[in-house]
């Protein structure tokens, strides 16, 4: 008799953006006239640079050829693409990764939920909280987690990293000792970036626990304090203790176009097992490369004329984010993030719930945003919003927030 892996039973409902979705969709029929802007979408508006759709083009009209065409890619990503991504994002930073430590595949999301895989079932697993949901769930769907305890928020067996404005939303080392230490910086949801020395405290902590640090990079371009670590490898050590996700989708637009990597140095082993070895068998196993076309329009993304154009547009966005952050303080709001990341995270105003603040948002203003406490039990009374949406429709939000009282 077939059973179901109970461990999706205890699945908790993804009900943040459904609920968004639905209450947004129950105030434009009551208000068929309102004109909502959306500033709660993780999503990008902008369309692909020149650059990337030249490239696509190219390799589209090289499908059409015997010659030329590309069936089934190399399971760890084409040399082009991988020789690219060493020489730009790590040896021009001074980073020593080779591009056979780079693992090709369709998207951060992918990578971040599937790694898990190669660990133990009994590995002890922290989280940031607020989290991207990802890292708690895949380790839900692995037995990893325990029971939910609806009280707490929380399940059982995980160890929640508080982040808080009392640490700069950047946790403390965890008091139970974890196997694996799931970090985000810059960061989703609060949009704050991690300094060189906490991230090394982790590192250290990590070498000394015999820890492995899963360390999602995916807003990295965004960026733009230069003292602030782009990759975990510019810490000392941290080829021996961690892996690194990366993605084209937030520095390059490719969210509907699926491309990212992950990095396992060779130097990373435990208990002498190599993870590089481990997660190429994975990977060849389970993934059968990303699409050729898709990998050209990635190696475009290095071409000068593609990282001046894709540079162009992570400068849009955080122009917009600036803006936002700015005209939210002006209006007396405490706001963080919005920096180094396309994500501000503000203090709802007078103790409010995240949801509360946004019924008053979408009533008030007509704007709609995430409340903090759908990314976890330190997330209530904070409310997400991003710099996706265009710049006037970001100055719009800021105009109506001043001219309403909402504090
Ligand atoms: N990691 C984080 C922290 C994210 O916020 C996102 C997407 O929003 C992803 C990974 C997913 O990236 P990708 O589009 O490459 O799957």
Redesign the pocket.
């Known amino acids: 008799m077939a059973t179901v892996n109970e461990n999706y039973l205890s699945l908790q409902g993804s009900y943040l953006f459904s609920t968004i979705a639905k209450k947004v969709r129950e105030y434009e029929e009551t208000h068929p006239d309102a004109n909502i802007i959306r500033l709660g979408i993780?999503?990008v508006t902008k369309p692909l640079v020149p650059a990337v759709i030249d490239a696509l083009h190219k390799a589209v009209d090289e499908m059409s050829s015997a010659l030329t065409f590309h069936g089934y890619a190399p399971d760890l990503g084409y040399d082009f693409l991988r020789s690219k991504i060493a020489e730009n994002d790590f040896k021009a930073r001074g980073i020593d990764i080779s591009s056979d430590e780079i693992f090709v595949s369709?998207?951060?999301?992918?990578?971040?939920s599937n790694i898990q895989e190669i660990f133990a079932a009994d590995s002890k697993v922290a989280v940031c909280d607020p989290v991207?949901p990802?890292y708690v769930d895949s380790n839900v769907m692995a037995g990893r987690a325990g029971e939910f305890d609806s009280d707490l928020m929380a399940y059982k067996r995980l160890i929640y990293m508080p982040c808080t404005k009392e640490n700069d939303f950047v946790p403390e080392l965890p008091k139970e000792t974890p196997d694996l230490i799931y970090l985000?910086f810059p960061?989703?949801p609060t949009g704050m970036a991690i300094t060189k020395e906490r991230l090394q405290g982790f590192v250290d902590y990590a070498l000394k626990h015999n820890a492995v640090i899963l360390y999602?990079s995916?807003?990295e371009a965004y960026i733009s304090d230069p003292s602030l670590p782009h990759s975990i490898y510019e810490c000392a050590g941290a080829k021996e203790c961690a892996i690194e996700?990366r993605?084209?989708?937030?520095n390059a637009g490719?969210?509907g176009l699926?491309?990212?990597f992950t990095v396992v140095p060779k130097d990373l082993k435990l208990s002498g097992t190599s993870l590089h070895s481990l997660w190429a068998r994975r990977h060849g196993t389970k993934f059968n490369g990303a699409p050729y076309i898709v990998q050209r329009a990635g190696e475009a993304v290095y071409s000068p004329e593609g990282k001046e154009q894709v540079k162009k547009q992570v400068l849009d966005y955080l122009k917009n984010a600036s803006f936002l952050k700015a005209g939210l303080e002006k209006a007396g709001f405490t706001v963080f993030g919005g920096e180094n990341s396309p994500y501000i995270w503000l203090k709802t105003p007078n103790d409010m719930t995240s949801w509360d603040f946004f019924d008053l948002l979408l009533s008030k203003v007509n704007i709609v945003g995430t409340p903090g406490s759908g990314f976890g039990r330190s997330g209530e009374g904070y409310f997400r919003l991003t710099a996706f949406n265009t710049f006037e429709n970001s100055a719009l939000a800021i105009e109506r927030i001043k001219a309403a009282s909402l504090l």
Not at 106 to 112: C, L, N
Request: hydrophobic residues 25%.
């Open positions: 993780g999503d369709d998207g951060a999301k992918s990578d971040t991207y990802v985000c960061n989703n999602d995916a807003y996700f993605s084209f989708s937030k490719f969210t699926r491309l990212g």
